[in-house]
Each structure stands twice: as C-alpha cells, then as structure tokens.
Nanobody, 122 residues
Framework: QVQLVESGGGLAQSGGSLRLSCAAS????????MGWFRQAPGKERVFVAA????????YYADSVKGRFTISRDNAKNTVYLQMNSLKPEDTAVYYC???????????????WGQGTQVTVSS
C-alpha cells in the first residue's frame, strides 16, 4: 500500500497560479499511472490530469487543458500539478491517486491521498 500526501493548496486569485505536490511513501510509484482528480462542493469527484509511469504520456480534462501541467519525479517519488490561469470554477478539493492501469477513469485508481483545498477568488 502506498501513502499519498498532497500539499500546495490554498487561496489564489483568478488568473493566478498554484503548484500542487503529491509525495508518495511506502513503496515506489514508478510503476503507477498517477492522476489528479478534484471534487467541488456538492459535486462528484472528476478527472483532472494523469501521467504515465515514465512521464511520456499525459492526459487532461478539457476544462484544464492548456492551463494545467502534470509532471512527475520518480527519483523523488513525487507528482506535481502546475495550475496556471486559475478560474473560480477550479475551486475544489484536489486529490492525488495511483493506478496500476494507464487510465483516466476514477474506478481504476486504488490509492488516494487525503486531498488539498484549492480556492480561487474572482
């Protein structure tokens, strides 16, 4: 079992930037697809971005494409989400997750962090 801990959330102004980190412990995540998901109040948790094991493939939700960038450093066992041009609708709890599959589907992810709050003010 891998433990995932997100950090870097907080309050940002519309148009601003934040960088989320997801630090893994317990085992290496170099064999996992890593994903970021988010859940806004009263809404379902949805896919944001994913990155393949070696970082060669990345996937994004249409709503964040061109604004967010997912990356990983397997030597540090850490995944990042750079969020630029933030909008109020990006406000949500952001979760990091690991999957043994190359997938963007939430059910394929079996290890989850506790989440970090991102709030974007207009």
């Amino acid at each position: 079992q891998v433990q995932l801990v997100e950090s870097g959330g907080g309050l940002a102004q519309s148009g601003g930037s934040l960088r989320l980190s997801c630090a893994a412990s317990g085992r290496t995540i170099s064999g996992d697809t890593m994903g970021w998901f988010r859940q806004a109040p009263g809404k379902e948790r949805v896919f944001v971005a994913a990155i393949s094991m070696n970082g060669g493939r990345t996937y994004y939700a249409d709503s964040v494409k061109g604004r967010f960038t997912i990356s990983r450093d397997n030597a540090k066992n850490t995944v990042y989400l750079q969020m630029n041009s933030l909008k109020p609708e990006d406000t949500a709890v952001y979760y990091c997750a690991a999957s043994p599959y190359l997938s963007t589907a939430l059910p394929r992810y079996d290890n989850w962090g506790q989440g970090t709050q991102v709030t974007v003010s207009s």
